[in-house]
């Protein structure tokens, strides 16, 4: 204990004998004061835990936002991608024309030029019999256009008028159609006015938009959307001939089209579609905000506790400043609630995300899952929260005089 006269052996302050000694005892007076009320105790590890589990929370869907809105474009299997000037994210690429494709073929190293066709359908879930909105994906079968090798083992059978493949992790009851597709017989429901044949099986999951995926061949994709002019295309897929810079590619690419596309590479594809989630999308305005407010209710619900703790013991601690004892270890016995108050919070609330992680993968499909990076970000937030509301609670604690008290 530091006591600036008495009695007390002059000690050296960086012993660290001395320094084990005190924080043990500034530990276990925190713990003792905590102890001393159990449902205050009770209320502050409740209040902690909600506010990480909401923290958690807002974390998993932002995160699940960002893996589903890039998911498809992450797996591209291109060197550079062509989009339209006026498309927004993968779920909204509107459309340019195929003669793009032409063009960028004339460029010196441009190997291939391949189109895709992306839209939205409702399908009849051939189990319950309910419509669900699914993404579909028209590629060139001759040419894989995603790092997926469930896709491109099956893409072939999508030659064949109105077969698909189906994303096995879309959201809802699929089990009977999964285990006819796995057992070697194709599968039939209805897009439409139109009987479809899922021939093959890929898995990636749901999204926010959509309920799951299918793909299928540019042809098929046409027969599903009559009125789409085949000249309209979605994105362009190019490949550099081995040997060339790609972003020097791009560059002559550039200088070639019109201000109707934008020339990305496949990296620089992914990050527009991230840019648009975190400059356009409301959604992780959202996501960010609720992360914000349950920061701000930990601060809260930590700051009532211990400000409650410090008046309530206030003459206590005016005796330990008659005693001699420094405003810095009446303090440090503050923080040390605070940090007490973080540990007992921060991991049930850690237990509780991921069963909520769990419940919500398996009613939504969504990529929600417990990195252990974000256990450290959340522990690390916890530790804010608790320390800055011990130093607001403390401020009384700091003026307080010994003769005002008695």
């Not at 005190?22 to 506010?51: N, Y």
């Not at 010196?108 to 309910?130: I, L, Q």
């Not at 648009?276 to 905000?289: H, K, R, T």
Request: glycine share 6%; proline share 5%.
């Amino acid at each position: 204990m530091e006591r600036p006269y008495g009695n007390q052996i002059p000690i050296d302050p960086m012993n660290p004998i001395k320094i084990v000694k005190s924080l043990q005892e500034r530990t276990a007076l925190g713990l003792l004061q905590l102890k001393h009320d159990p449902v205050r105790l009770l209320t502050a590890i409740a209040g902690i835990t909600f506010a990480d589990v909401l923290i958690f929370m807002q974390l998993g869907f932002s995160d699940a936002l960002y893996k589903t809105n890039t998911q498809y474009p992450r797996a591209i299997k291109a060197d550079i991608v062509l989009i339209s000037a006026q498309a927004k994210n993968f779920g909204q690429l509107r459309t340019f024309s195929r003669r793009r494709l032409y063009q960028a073929q004339d460029v010196t190293g441009v190997a291939t030029a391949d189109a895709m066709y992306v839209g939205s359908v409702d399908w009849r879930n051939p189990e319950t019999r309910k419509k669900a909105s699914m993404m579909i994906i028209g590629q060139n079968p001759s040419q894989p256009a995603f790092d997926l090798p469930e896709i491109n083992a099956k893409i072939a059978d999508t030659r064949l008028p109105y077969h698909v493949l189906f994303d096995r992790s879309s959201r809802g009851d699929y089990q009977e159609l999964i285990d006819t597709v796995e057992a070697g017989q194709p599968a039939n429901t209805e897009i439409g006015v139109n009987t479809v044949t899922v021939s093959g099986l890929f898995s990636v999951g749901a999204s926010f938009a959509d309920d799951g995926a299918l793909i299928t061949s540019e042809q098929n994709f046409l027969r599903l959307f009559p009125r789409r002019e085949p000249g309209a295309v979605s994105l362009g897929l190019l490949n550099v001939e081995p040997g060339y810079d790609i972003e020097q590619v791009r560059e002559q690419l550039i200088a070639r089209m019109p201000d109707d596309v934008l020339v990305l590479t496949r990296d620089g594809y992914v990050d527009f579609e991230l840019n648009d989630i975190q400059s356009s999308s409301a959604i992780g305005f959202v996501f960010g905000l609720g992360t914000a407010m349950g920061f701000i209710v930990g601060v809260v619900i930590v700051y009532q506790v211990l400000s409650t703790d410090v008046n309530s013991h206030l003459a206590e601690y005016a005796t330990f400043k008659a005693m001699g004892y420094r405003n810095s270890y009446l303090l440090g016995v503050v923080f040390e609630e605070a940090l007490i108050l973080s540990l007992l919070g921060f991991f049930p609330s850690l237990l509780i995300a991921i069963g909520a992680y769990q419940l919500t993968a398996a009613a939504t499909a969504l990529p929600i899952t417990m990195p252990v990076s974000r256990t450290f970000v959340v522990f690390f937030l916890t530790l804010i929260m608790c320390n800055a509301s011990g130093a607001i609670a403390t401020r009384r604690l700091q003026a307080a005089d010994p003769a005002d008290i008695f």
